[in-house]
């Protein structure tokens, strides 16, 4: 038996676990984050690869962030974001401050994608992002 699931029942399931992030809820995933995580599931779904909807293993397989800053303080300390940051400047020779920010979060990006999948809200990651744990 298979249920055909569009994104406003998806959500739904999501709201019926309570893993939606509100005022009054630490959820997993904002309204933004599980429309963005549908259409990726979506998209890599096809007639002989179907994707079950399991809410629980979707939280435990995928991490919503709400920019850069948050992943970073998950995934590398204080000391490797520093020596990351003065190799790219040595490297790349960079003096401008914003240009080498701009550059690492680039650089970031890149690590991300190399690691794992990545679901962007939009061009920045600063505007919040998903990814598949690893």
Do not use: H, P, W
Request: aromatic residues 12%.
């Amino acid at each position: 038996m298979i249920e055909e699931i569009d994104e406003s029942l998806f959500i739904s399931r999501f709201e019926d676990y309570k893993r939606i992030t509100t005022s009054e809820n630490q959820g997993n995933f904002t309204y933004k984050g599980l429309r963005a995580l549908f259409e990726y599931l979506e998209s890599i779904e096809d007639d002989e690869n179907q994707i079950k909807l399991d809410v629980i293993a979707l939280c435990c397989d995928y991490s919503e962030y709400k920019n850069l800053e948050e992943y970073l303080n998950n995934y590398k300390t204080t000391d490797e974001i520093n020596q990351e940051i003065q190799e790219l400047k040595e490297s790349e020779d960079i003096e401008d401050e914003e240009e080498l920010k701009k550059r690492y979060k680039q650089q970031i990006e890149e690590e991300i994608n190399n690691n794992t999948t990545l679901i962007k809200f939009d061009d920045d990651l600063d505007e919040g992002f998903i990814i598949q744990q690893y």
